[in-house]
């Protein structure tokens, strides 16, 4: 299936509205999950640092099942992988709004991670095939939509589902679409298999499997289970260390083809470039996952009203990364990099300052200001990432770099979620310490201590929870600013792009 192919018009706009119908199905899954957080934590009785599971467990299968795409399309054919990974799309989402439990909802997630790995860069490599060279430029663009529209109609769909249906159709909202692309994709799509099956590192492929999943179960029970007093973390630090520490010995020593091409090292852009998407990904999706459940628990905002008042970070995305686009090669990139960052530490310094008294006017200025910022990092960090690497490397950095991004980003959130609870549990001790009958400013909680009724002590349990929970994410907030202010150094290792064409990598 190639542009020489000469298919109709209408056959080529079938196609994509088939393989597009099955990529904005994955981006959307990437964010409509995170309104919807607090309602499925109440009904599958589920603690505030396990949900979380639900989102971590989908970005971490993503991430490892990405790599392994190129070698099941070499080795069984695009349409067959296409259609299999739809079919398995669908209904691990199906699964997943019928979950009856967080182990269930957490394994099905998984599966859809896995399924949904392979979506984008298959949209994107069929895109490429069947247009021709002129048309190339359009059908990028088609799909880079696509890839964005997700996340920015992802938390407004998802609380408009919750809040008119119930959490559960923010997974079945992917039957329709996904029959669809599937039926699209079965009848107009010609089979493509390249008959040179690409080798694979299974053994690096496995131990750094290995290390990632052991870390994020780590990160993931390490507050429940009280970090390093339990077995259970010791077991998972030992197994992650032996991971790592295979992959690394693997890669360092082995003759043949490894997961990790040595070669990528030698290229200082892509290495800086590889450092500054993984903390990217740490701030984005860290902050996606906290700022639902702090409007829904602590300023008792409508799941709607939640993806409203979320959803303009996306649209600043969207905006800043086409200004962006056009900037490149005008505008010294290490430029537009540095605006970005400092876009994005303005605003999480903005969140350091939210209040239980405020509005929703610095959510949304603060959420537009940081979808600007990380719009301004995302397309000129792919490009200069890749400026520098040759051609025949680009498929294996491209896979190295998603990885980062994704692994980031499941660490990042998974951090920000234990912190919260930790910071919670001592800030409330802290303000309970001064909760006494002869302490003035006790005075202003309305109540004699000395005579309060049982209900009365409840009701001021609760205020200092509620400001031990709002000081925890501010704390969470600071710790982020910092990390967009730290990478800021690495800048001065990167050397200008080569071009302003060079290849974009995909944020799904």
């Known amino acids: 299936m190639t542009p020489a192919d000469g298919q109709p018009e209408i056959r080529r706009g079938l196609i994509t509205v088939s393989i597009m119908l099955a990529t904005i199905m994955q981006s959307l899954d990437t964010t409509i999950a995170n309104v919807a957080l607090p309602h499925i934590q109440g009904s599958l009785s589920a603690a505030a640092d396990q949900i979380t599971w639900v989102l971590t467990s989908y970005i971490v299968a993503a991430a490892i099942a990405t790599p392994v795409t190129g070698w099941l399309v070499g080795r069984y054919g695009r349409k067959r992988v296409f259609l299999i990974t739809v079919a398995g799309f669908t209904v691990a989402s199906a699964l997943c709004g019928l979950a009856g439990s967080l182990s269930q909802i957490v394994l099905f997630r998984l599966l859809q991670g896995v399924c949904g790995a392979a979506l984008v860069p298959l949209s994107q490599s069929v895109l490429l095939d069947i247009n021709p060279p002129e048309k190339v430029g359009s059908a990028m663009a088609i799909w880079g939509a696509g890839v964005m529209v997700g996340p920015i109609l992802g938390p407004t769909l998802g609380g408009w589902l919750t809040d008119n249906l119930n959490w559960r159709w923010v997974f079945y909202i992917n039957l329709p679409v996904g029959m669809l692309a599937f039926a699209g994709i079965a009848a107009f799509i010609h089979e493509h298999r390249n008959h040179n099956h690409p080798r694979f ?86 902050t996606l996952a906290l700022l639902p459940p702090m409007l829904q628990e602590l300023f008792n905002y409508p799941v709607t009203l939640t993806g409203l008042v979320t959803a303009p970070r996306g649209i600043g995305t969207m905006v800043a990364m086409i200004v962006a686009g056009r900037l490149i090669g005008r505008v010294d990139i290490r430029l537009l990099l540095l605006l970005g960052l400092a876009l994005t530490a303005f605003s999480l310094w903005q969140m350091t300052h939210f209040s239980l ?25 792919s490009t200069v990432t890749f400026s520098t690497l040759g051609k025949t490397l680009r498929n294996d950095g491209t896979a190295i770099f998603s990885l980062m991004r994704n692994i980031g980003s499941s660490i990042g959130i998974s951090i920000v979620t234990a912190l919260l609870t930790e910071n919670t549990q001592i800030v ?33 349990n609760a205020q200092l929870t509620q400001q031990a929970a709002m000081i925890a994410y501010l704390d969470d907030f600071k710790m982020m600013t910092v990390v967009a202010i730290a990478v800021m150094p690495l800048l001065l290792l990167l050397r200008p792009a080569k071009s302003a064409d060079a290849a974009a990598v995909p944020f799904d």
């Open 428 to 460: 409330h001790s802290v303000l309970a310490e001064h909760v006494r009958p002869d302490n003035p400013m006790a005075a202003s909680l309305g109540v004699a201590l000395q005579t309060a009724t049982a209900a009365q002590l409840a009701a001021i």
């Open 357 to 381: 008294q405020m509005g929703m006017g610095p959510v949304i200025l603060s959420g537009l200001a940081q979808g600007f910022g990380l719009g301004f990092v995302f397309t000129p960090l």
């Open 201 to 286: 590192d299974f053994f690096g492929f496995a131990t750094l499997s290995l290390g990632v999943g052991a870390l994020q179960m780590l990160l993931d029970r390490g507050e429940l289970k009280g970090w390093f007093g339990s077995p259970e973390i010791w077991i998972e630090a030992l197994l992650s260390g032996f991971g790592f520490y295979l992959f690394v010995v693997h890669t360092a020593t082995s003759e043949g083809v490894t997961f990790l091409n040595r070669v990528l090292l030698r290229d200082r852009n892509f290495v800086t470039g590889t450092i500054f998407i993984f903390f990217v990904g740490v701030i984005l999706y860290a």
